[in-house]
């Protein structure tokens, strides 16, 4: 994959507005209705089934399919992976959003189990949770704290590529400045934002739900970037008008729905290569 | 069931807000919190109670129950079950939204299977929904894409009047006009609300819920349209002053709030007959 | 425990919000996500793990476990069991919010399941809910309306001071005017808040959720005032500039955002003994 352009990155942008494509999600109680609201803002059509009884049959028909641990159960995780058995045999990727991996250790398993049947074409998570997920460190409960990350994407990058690099991956690493890395290793990082996105639970699910997205209408490493374009650029329109994290949530909402790829393009800074 | 007056369906919405019934949800995961924000808005009493130890004592003392598909697994489904029994057993009817029936098989299965123990009362769905469970297209999965519906309620008309009929429900196709049929074939007609009612997730969900909230006060063919031309006419109020579909939902559960029967009748606009 | 001064109860507000302890929420569907952005609002750290698996794990190490009994299922309710026996292994502290116990058999049960692998440090529940599960009352439905209370925190103090004595919990009954009563019968009252409270889904569970937090960071008794205290002024604030229950509930997270210790200590009125 080569590194994304602005310009492959807002089109990206602007082909999921057009494109509406249909969004799996087999996601967390706690986001459910967030994510989905997100994905509606943007345009794209959520589909939330995550029972294991129909979620192979939807993953075979979705134009993405997200796999979020952070509220999993036995029976959503049998969906899961029915869901991602379902996207290999149609040989369609996945998106993996490791919530909490490598703090708590039946995920931990679970994400490693879905990554033997196939990989993810797409990882995106904190940087604690890729750190935990990469080979050096599988198996070894870090220091994160939950659902927060307690290191950065910088100090990550090492093991967001071997990641990438040994599952063929794209792989997202969410905090102050974004990285999302290819498998050959090459990464973007962005610089957008707010920091009222870590106030409102799901921003982090709802990137990779957007994310999901994107690479349906792309390919995964302009897909990541452009669904944190995305949401980092809202981000700043939301915080102008918003009285706190609170009213900002609806209004990252409507900044979704207003943000088309011309604006995108206009404000969009991607850094690439060492620096 | 007569045809609704406009008077016969303020009135209704006026009780709704006055007796405040109990309306047990046995619904999704992605809308649970909005759907109780929704019927508290208009005044009525949401108990989510959907686990099957406990969904058929609610059920037997709830004004009104609704069973929605949305996200069913194997617990909830039998919560279903226990609701619909218990209601069955009570002589009371119960409000059905079967959410992406007819695409997904294991719920369109799980309809039928609790249609079998007591037809319920009324039917909530978008067209492809309805058609998909209509006698014609039994176990015929329709080209609908999930929650979307890729037909109007004009057009699956007489698939509504012939599941009406079926059942002797009453059947809501929600779309840009919504279209409310009796177990005679009668229909009404509402040409109100906003496009942004289809850019929040649950909004059919929510109006599944208010529908069996004013059926328990009145008739499940006057709830019906008076639920419809509540979630509508709100709409209509909301968007004055929402700047997108994220500050809109907040901005619709005031305005549900602030809606009264009086308000209704001032501008609700009811067509019935052929046209 | 001592009754909290003011000063006291305003110090653990300050040091939730510079602490940010990880509060483990065992919660319902319907509230989940409402409750993690009241926890975040507040700048704790919710995490949200329910699951069998990992639920014991997660409360060994959390700062703080919640038990919320809105929509048990197997699987939860077995998370709950791992999430006690956690806590009570390691010697810490949990809080229950016995949400429609009295009305509901399972949940009932299982309340008093929990309470006897080791009663909570604190209960959060309505007048109802108290009255359910004071000693006299154990086992006997009262004619609560599910979520709703039909009495007051008044009318059941004894049974609160009852209850408070067998358990050695901090019970705080929500209402009108609140009530925390300590294990010894001591009582605070406080008689802040807003109408529009009741009119939002999850508005106890929040509580209980921040008083979770708040014990963590004191005792159970000057915790639950002083979560009482930050949901119900910022409530106040939050209703002045809402139209209505719907823009309340974002602007109440901005108002949790923006309370800090001094401005409750210049407003928060307590009171305490007979009266």
Partial sequence: MTVPTVEAVCSAWGQLRSEQPLVQCLT???????????????????????NPFEAGDCARHASATLVNLGTPQQA?????????RARQATG?????????????????????????????????????????????????PDSG?????????????????????????????????????SPDGEVVRL???????????????ALGALAAGCAAVSDPFTGAVAATAGLTLAAEDAARGAG????????????LDQ??????????????GEG
Same sequence: chains 1, 2, 3.
């Fill in 145 to 181: 704290r939950g659902v927060d990350a307690t290191t950065t994407p910088e100090a990550v990058l090492p093991e967001a590529r071997a990641l990438a690099a040994q599952w063929g991956s794209v792989v997202a690493v969410s905090g102050e400045t974004d990285h999302v890395v």
């Fill in 92 to 140: 369609q990727g996945w998106v993996l959003d490791p919530v909490a991996v490598g703090v708590l250790g039946w995920r931990t398993e679970l994400a490693h189990e879905l990554a033997a049947i196939a990989p993810p074409s797409l990882v995106r998570g904190n940087a604690s949770e890729i750190a935990a997920l990469a080979p050096e460190s599988a198996g070894a």
């Fill in 244 to 255: 706190g994290p609170g009213s900002f949530a609806p209004a990252l909402l409507d900044a």
């Fill in 76 to 84: 959503t995780a049998d969906g899961m992976r029915e869901a991602v």
């Fill in 191 to 205: 610089r957008h934002g707010h920091p009222w996105l870590t106030r409102v639970t799901g921003s982090g699910c």
């Fill in 259 to 272: 943000l088309g790829p011309d604006a995108m393009a206009e404000r969009l800074v991607l850094t690439t």
């Fill in 28 to 50: 967390n109680v706690v986001v459910a209705g967030w994510t989905a609201n997100v994905l509606l803002a943007a345009r794209a059509a959520p589909v939330m089934v995550d």
